[in-house]
C-alpha cells in the first residue's frame, strides 16, 4: 500500500514538472503532438527507472562506504548517460518495435533535467527501501507523462480555436500549467 501511496504522490502531488519545475522545455515548446508526448514520457519513464534502480545501490553500497559521496554530481551524470545509451543498443538490438516508436526520444532524455532532477531527489530518500526508491522514480515518469499528454491534448484543441496571437504557444501552455499545477494541488489530501 505504501508503495502505490508513493508512487500517486509522485506522480499527482509532487509532478515533477508542476510542482518541481522540472523538464519544462520538453514539456512546453515541443508537446504539441499527442505522439510526441506519449514517445517522450516513455522514454523518460524508462530511462529514469532504470537510472533509479542503478544509482540507489552504487551510492549505498559504493559511494558511501568509500567516502566517495561528494562525487554524486559526476558519477550520477556518467550513470544517466551510459544507461540512456545502452537502453537505446539494447532496445534497437532486441525489440525494434519500441525503438522505432520512442526514436529520437532516447537520446534527448540524456540531456533532459528531469532524469538528474529525480534521481537527486531520490537520494534524499535513499535510506527507505530500493522499492520505494523505483515507486517514486516510476510515479514521476509517469507524472511527467501524464501531465505532457493532457497539455499536448489542449495544445491540439486550442489549434483548432481562435485564441489571441499574443498569447498563442508558450504563453498559453504556460497559462494552463498554471491551471493544472492548481487542479494537481488539490489531490494533496487525498494521496501524500
Known sequence: MQLIILFLGAMLVNNIVLTYFLGVSPY???SDEMDYSLGMG???TLVLTISSAVIFPVYNFIMLPLGIEFMYIITFILIIAGI?????????????KLHKFLGIYLPLVAANCVI???VLINTEFFSDSFLMTIARALGAGAGFTLVTVILSGIKER???DEI???I???PIAMIVT???SAIFFGFTGIVG
Open 168 to 170: 498563442k504557444g508558450i
Open 164 to 166: 489571441s496571437p499574443l
Open 84 to 96: 540512456t545509451q545502452l537502453t537505446e543498443i539494447l532496445l534497437r538490438k532486441f525489440i525494434p
Open 178 to 180: 498554471g491551471f493544472m
Open 42 to 44: 516513455a522514454a523518460v
Open 158 to 160: 486550442l489549434d483548432h
Open 116 to 118: 538528474f532532477g529525480v
Open 28 to 30: 512546453a515548446s515541443t
